[in-house]
């Protein structure tokens, strides 16, 4: 059952070293997310597992221990998702964590996160919302406590400079997904709409409707820790317990 979960962002400008000069700015974002962790560390998980948005050609499960990289950004920075199980390799495919799950590696390595066995699990950004609350529901019955990083943006289209240019719908989308994050509606978490979602290149929609499906009977309760549009792109952390 899950036991708790906590929301994060996942753009790399998130790591200090990939944003550079440009870092203060999400100071505040940053701490969230650790604080966010810390919800997760008190939760004693027998499981921790983090779920982020990816390509198609990356989604799917990621091994502890499995690594990756910023170089791709200009960045000679590697993380590693947790330490690798015992006695058994990392990822037989030998598969580098997509940018997402790489960013969710450096905030546990910052919180120095030993609480519970890690894995990583990759959702391609168009998984339908059924599947998505199915996926949820199989994930919390991994374990008699599992707790989830979720790691997903919301739109990128809040601002003329925002990756995807201003798109007016997108911030009234953000504030409804906030608004469910934020109070643990899993129902409206569920309603939102997929296709809407693609569009604003709101890629934090998939993992977000899992998180729905593995809290549905869980009796948690969610605190928001954050909620912003630096760079025209809709940013959330909520903690829930």
Not at 89 to 102: C, F, G, K, T, V
Not at 152 to 162: E, N
Not at 212 to 225: D, K, P, T
Request: proline letters at 8%; hydrophobic letters at 50%; aromatic letters at 6%.
């Amino acid at each position: 059952m899950l036991a708790a979960a906590a929301v994060c962002p996942c753009p790399p400008l998130l790591v200090p070293e990939v944003a550079a000069g440009a870092a203060p700015e999400l100071d505040r974002a940053r701490a969230a997310c650790l604080d966010a962790l810390g919800v997760l560390a008190a939760a004693r998980p027998d499981l921790l597992i983090v779920v982020a948005p990816a390509d198609d050609d990356r989604a799917g499960a990621y091994p502890a221990g499995t690594t990756g990289s910023f170089r791709g950004f200009g960045v000679a920075l590697d993380v590693t998702l947790g330490p690798p199980a015992e006695g058994g390799p990392a990822d037989p495919e030998h598969r580098p964590l997509p940018a997402s799950l790489a960013v969710a590696g450096w905030l546990l390595e910052r919180a120095r996160w030993a609480n519970a066995p890690v894995e990583g699990l990759a959702l391609p950004e168009r998984l339908s919302a059924a599947d998505c609350v199915r996926a949820g529901q199989e994930t919390a019955a991994r374990a008699d406590r599992v707790a989830l990083l979720v790691m997903g943006d919301g739109s990128a289209c809040r601002s003329l400079k925002a990756p995807g240019y201003l798109d007016e719908r997108a911030a009234a989308f953000d504030a409804e997904a906030t608004a469910a994050l934020g109070s643990a509606d899993l129902d409206a978490l569920a309603a939102l709409d997929a296709t809407l979602a693609y569009e604003l290149k709101a890629a934090g929609r998939a993992p977000w409707q899992l998180l729905a499906g593995a809290a549905r009977g869980a009796g948690l309760g969610s605190r928001l820790l954050y909620e912003d549009a630096p760079y025209g792109v809709g940013y959330t952390v909520a903690a829930w317990s």
